[in-house]
């Protein structure tokens, strides 16, 4: 082939190349708004790609105040608190609030009053919460449409009349009491929100349930109550209680897939989000523990069982056991009294421990503090949750940690009315 022929083909695949990459240019620039719609941005019909852009940028920061705390409540940072959810009024069988109840009586005192208005001056919603704890007054209330629509018509006068924003439901069943129950509380919440909501718009409800509730056979339908209120709080703690014949964390983050515990608050996050959607779910933490008597400290330990030896009859010695009493200890009372004698650190469940002896005994609580609640508010924050909350208000008791690290992690990205 001559050096001419050559040369020609050259050019002629030289043109042909300009060609066709302006002809790809020109449908690039056509379709640019097709492109960034469909690949980008989750608005696009059909598209299936999230966007970082979806994730929510502010966060619940919900807390319980019981009416016991009610004079140690000078401490809440109201700046960084976004729901204040005094707790709370019992309801009777027959729909009636009990209003002989000191929950009650507290809720209607100046000082709850003056606790409100502080809230809302802070932008912070108040809510009341409702509570069973029995199972028999909670069966024979669900059984009895009439005392529903009662505790619902009482409640939201109450509401009207304090001029807070909304309502918690927070009923305990222990155990299972079946589908026809499970259906029948899914029933009480939606009315309990359409009234709610029809009497005072922008009102909010939200119900607190075990965390354990979407892996075992309880009261609560998470799907159906997602749909019906405007939050879910995941009581994540009491994973082991004043009972516990082993001693484990108050609320493990991790250790059930490894075998460690019986349970954990990831895989119960999990769970949830099976079923129910990221963003109306706040985890529940806690700002207590529960100080246990044990043989020796550690992780996962027995519990400490003594014996004493008595005489019957003044002939044969018998051996007596008995187990000294393990109970719940607020965060405070357990940072300003225990002189601990040994301390640790538990990498499944993210929190730390401290040891004291007592009497020859050696007694240890497993105690959130700032280093684990970082880590597990930051848990939240990867899983996009709604936000997070704190059993209870006024167990910090003026120290100010636990708020500094709740306006470190959330002060910029705070959800408000």
Known sequence: MSQINISNLKARASRLFIAIGAALLLSMIMNFNFVSKSIISPLAKDSHIESVQAKHKTYEIFGF??????????????????????????????????????????????????????????????????????NSTIKGFLDDKNAQKKAITEAVRLVKERGIDGLNIDFEYTGNPGRE?????????????????????????????????AKAPKMYDIAAISKSSDSIFMMAYDFATAGADVVIPTAPLY???EGKYWYDIATAVEDFLKVMPAEKLILGL???????????????????????????????????????????QTYANAINNIEEDASGWDDYGKVGWKAYKEGGIWRMIFLDDSKSLKIKY????????????MWALGFDDGKHELWNLLNLE????????
Do not use: C
């Not at 000078?74 to 729909?95: H, Q, R, S």
């Not at 100046?110 to 912070?124: C, D, N, P, Q, Y």
């Not at 009497?199 to 354990?212: K, Q």
């Open 65 to 134: 105040a019981p009416y016991w705390t009610i004079n140690k409540l000078e401490n809440v940072d109201f700046d960084v608190l976004t729901t204040f959810a005094y707790f709370g009024i019992p309801v009777k069988a027959n729909g009636t609030l009990d209003t002989s109840d000191t929950g009650y009586q507290v809720f209607k005192s100046s000082r709850a009053t003056t606790l409100f208005e502080k809230a809302h001056s802070h932008g912070t919603k108040v809510v009341l919460t409702l509570t069973q704890m029995n």
């Open 181 to 213: 129950y499970k259906d029948k509380f899914s029933s009480f919440v939606a009315l309990a929100k359409k009234k709610l909501s029809q009497e005072i718009p922008g009102s909010r409800l939200s119900v607190s349930v075990y965390a354990s509730s």
């Open 255 to 257: 250790g059930y897939r």
């Open 286 to 328: 806690p700002w207590y523990g529960y100080n246990y008597p044990v043989s020796s400290p550690g992780v996962k330990v027995a519990r400490y069982q003594g014996y004493s030896y008595y005489y019957w009859w003044g002939r044969r010695r018998y051996r007596a056991y008995y187990r000294p009493p393990a109970s719940a």
């Open 378 to 389: 930051q848990f939240a924050k990867e899983k996009n949750l709604a936000g997070v909350g």
């Open 410 to 417: 959330f002060g910029n990205m705070l959800a408000r009315k």
